[in-house]
């Protein structure tokens, strides 16, 4: 069987110098397979306060000394010009960017109106402005060369978990982020797909308690963060055509998140009380249309607005 390689690719990978840590897991991976990786963190750790430790430069010596090649950068994801920065760091080393990981990350976990309004905005800031700023920063290269490649990081936090609500928020925003490039990267030989990862990092204990010992124990022996890299290299490689997909992976189980909608009910008069009446039909999930590619107006169930709407040229603000 023919091994999965990535010479002469230029991979990008923001967060990536926490120990254990994701981004660290799947920059490892990348470099082990040939290609040349900037490791991006801001050094700030998960918890977004320095409380945890994260140094691009130790991962960067990891790799070398396991004979991969790669480069360091400190900048921040989260403002155009930090991200721009980080994408230059790469054209600088070896004019280049074939690959984006989206990885960079802090966590909170607050009740909904607990958390400060200017902490609010910095997770919203990290997680969704940066993989937009990120992208944007990458996407005219990428264009040039009609190719390329970007996985995004999502969390179970965007189907609504206790804590994460603004984590969620920013998280769902990735995923819409995902879609809308995978449609507008199709011409341009650009994939664009989302993880939602599950892995034991350092910033675990920090944020969260398990009680019961045993499951603790599960929980920690079974979800190492290497076990999500497979996937994200996996959307990384030439060979994968997939775009605007959604895969959860976690303690080596990979399952694909699909949406779909019910065939519902209509009536070209509808009242209030047609809603109510009907509320069984309209949930019922019995014959369920899956929304896959998005390339694909008739498999995102938008194909009637998509076949008469045509988009008018940009008006600015
Ligand atoms: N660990 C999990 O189980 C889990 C679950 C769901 C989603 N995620 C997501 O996966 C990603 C990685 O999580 P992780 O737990 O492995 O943490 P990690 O160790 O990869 O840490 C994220 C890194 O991002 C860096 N960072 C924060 N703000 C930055 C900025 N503005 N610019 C550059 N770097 C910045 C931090 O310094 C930190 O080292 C995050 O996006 C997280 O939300 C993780």
Redesign the pocket.
Known sequence: MTETRFEGQVAVV????????????HAMLLASRGAKVVV???????D?RSV?P?DPRAVVSEIEAAGGEAVADL????DEA?ARA?IQTALDAWGRVDILV??????VVSGFDEIESTHLERVI???LM?SIWMCRAVWPHMRKAGYGRIVN?????MWGMPGLTV?GTA?FGVYGLTRGLALEGGPYGIRVNAV?????????HHFYTIHDPEALQAFMGH?P?ELVSPVVAYLAHRSCELTGGLFDS?GGTVTARLFGSTPGYSNPELTIEDVRDHLAEILDAGHLVIATDPRDAAETGNDEVVRILEPKPYQRL
């Open positions: 923001t967060g990536a110098g926490g120990n254990p840590g994701l981004g660290r897991a991006n963190d801001l050094g700030i750790g998960p977004g945890l994260a900048h921040s994801v989260a930090g980080v989206n990885n960079a990350g802090i966590g800031g990290v997680h940066g990081t999502t969390s179970g936090g984590y998280k939602s990862p599950g892995g034991v990092t350092n910033s675990f979800q963060a976690s």
